[in-house]
Each structure stands twice: as C-alpha cells, then as structure tokens.
C-alpha cells in the first residue's frame, strides 16, 4: 500500500520543518521494492510522479502508489544472530608428539590438532581424521538498482476555441502552453501515425472551418445591407 492523502499531509509538514523524511519503496516500484530513500520535496501540483526521492547525487520521481511511510520500529530492528554451529566431535587424543630442536633435545611437546582414534590392540596403526570445515554460505545476490528517468509528456491541447503546446516531465510543467495554428496542429497529429487521433482533430479544425465561413457570410450580408442604406441616403 502506498501513500494516502493523511501520509502525503505529513511529508509535507516533515518537509516543511527542515527535515527529509525515509520513504520505503513498494512493488509497484518494481526492483527496489524493499529499499528505502529519503523524500528531497514534493512537486506541485501532488498529481502523478511528484514524489521527489534522493539517490546518491540523483533525485528521481515516484507516485503516491510506488512509496509508503515505514513501519514504527522498521528500521529499528536487528537480525537475530545465527547460531553458532555445533563443533565436530573429537576423538580421544593420542599420546603427545616430541618435536626434535637444533640441538637434538626433544624436550618440546605439541600436541596433534588432528582427531586420533587409538586401538589398544599392539600392531594397529593410529588412523588420523582431519577436521571437518563448515560450508561456506552462498554468497548474497545484490538486487540491481533500478533508475527510473521521469517520464516527458508533450500535450496538445483544444480549449476556449484554441490549440496549443505544452510540455510536462513528470508532474512538472517546463513549457507553459504555447499557442499553434489548426493547420499546425493537424500536421502534428498526421506524422503521429494514428488515423483515430487525426480524425479527431480534423473534425475540429473543419468545424473551427465552418463557423468562421459562416460569421464571414454573415458579415458580407450585413456589409451588403449598409452599402444598399447608403446609397438610398446620398
């Protein structure tokens, strides 16, 4: 479960008091589920991927659903330390080794490291066993970390009778709208490669087309109606 509206209200009061709250990341973030990172600021308007996350030297957006708040005491807790393993059962010891010094002296005694198993009987030889090692556990895999770059939206948009441009990366708008011509706007839609998309902007354009030949004929009538009044007064 991601952020609610309650969680964001508290990142932003965090954020407010100086202070850069740890967010964890959930599946929806896809490889660094799991992982956590420190929130930089969040972006107006709080639409989209507009939850700005530190890595390292790099801030990347994310959406309310791909980040949550930790758990009390998440970070708090330590890994029980694994038990030790039990150590391999040694033999009885044999009788102690003389090693002969540069003077010929064995007065130096050292006793075996090996586990010796002795048979009373005369004429059996000592059989040795090395020590058995412990396995060496797996060696950890590191999940790769995943950076995603925020997304760059170009919109073209028909409001108030106008068409114009604008760009978004993520939830921040960096090109205000910035107005076209319809046949602009047509030949956008036609290098796009979608019949559905340039159907619809073309009908339109044709009706923008219509009303201004309608208001045109209209004012070529009234024009026609003064010029006829004028000529009746002179």
Known sequence: MGLSQSDVATLTETLAAGKHPRVVFT????????????????????????V???????????????????????????????APEPAGAEGPSGPPLLTEGNNGDKSDKVRSKESVSVNDQPGVPVQATA??????????????????????????????????????????????????????????????DSPAVAAVVEDIVDQQRQQAADEAERLRQELAAVEARLAELE
């Open 27 to 50: 599946e929806a973030a896809g490889q660094v589920a799991g992982k956590t990172g420190k929130v930089a600021r969040l972006d107006e308007p709080h639409e989209g991927d507009f």
């Open 52 to 82: 700005v996350v530190r890595f390292g030297h790099d801030e990347l957006p994310f959406s309310p659903g791909e980040v949550r708040l930790p758990h009390r005491g998440e970070f708090s807790r330590k890994k029980a330390a694994p």
């Open 131 to 192: 020590p058995r090692e412990a396995p060496a556990p797996p060696p950890r895999k590191r999940a790769a970390s995943k950076k995603a770059g925020p997304e760059l939206s170009v919109t073209l948009l028909w409001r108030d009778g106008e068409w114009s441009v604008q760009a978004s990366k993520g939830a921040k708008v960096i090109a205000k709208p910035v107005p076209v011509k319809p046949t602009t706007a047509v030949e956008m839609v036609r290098s796009l």
